[in-house]
């Protein structure tokens, strides 16, 4: 996305003009982090919307109610699962910046 690069571009600008030493780093398992983070969305929106789904779902447009209605295939284990490999990758990306952040020490 044109506006999400410019906003970034703009941002490393405004750190590297404060001193910061900006290096590009592979964040590991970042390809894998839309599989299971949308399977948490789906769930999590399903669980907000469900007594209105069942009440008035004309409430919804159909766009949206399909949507929303996808987390319906969302079982327990697999949330348990996207929550679980959302606190592993947090620690890695957390190592990153820690190994980063040892190096400047």
Same mark, same amino acid.
């Given at each position: &996305? +044109?506006?999400?690069?410019?906003?970034?571009?703009?941002?490393?600008?405004? /750190?590297?003009? /404060?001193? !910061?030493?900006?290096?590009?780093?592979?964040? +590991?398992? /970042?390809?894998?982090?839309?599989?299971?983070?949308?399977?948490?969305?789906?769930?999590?929106?399903?669980? *907000?919307?469900?007594?209105?789904?069942?009440?008035?779902?004309? *409430?919804?447009?159909? &766009?949206?109610?399909?949507?929303?209605?996808?987390?319906?295939?969302?079982?327990?284990? &697999?949330?348990?699962?996207? *929550?679980?490999?959302?606190?592993?990758?947090?620690?890695?990306?957390?190592?990153?910046? !820690?190994?980063? /952040?040892?190096?400047?020490?």
């Amino acid at each position: &996305d +044109p506006e999400v690069a410019a906003a970034v571009s703009a941002a490393t600008g405004v /750190l590297s003009g /404060l001193g !910061a030493r900006l290096e590009e780093t592979v964040v +590991p398992g /970042l390809e894998d982090t839309h599989e299971w983070t949308t399977a948490m969305i789906r769930g999590e929106a399903l669980a *907000r919307h469900r007594e209105r789904i069942a009440t008035a779902p004309e *409430r919804f447009s159909d &766009d949206v109610l399909r949507r929303l209605r996808l987390g319906e295939s969302v079982s327990a284990a &697999d949330y348990a699962a996207g *929550r679980e490999a959302c606190r592993a990758w947090a620690r890695s990306v957390e190592g990153i910046f !820690a190994c980063s /952040l040892s190096r400047i020490s």
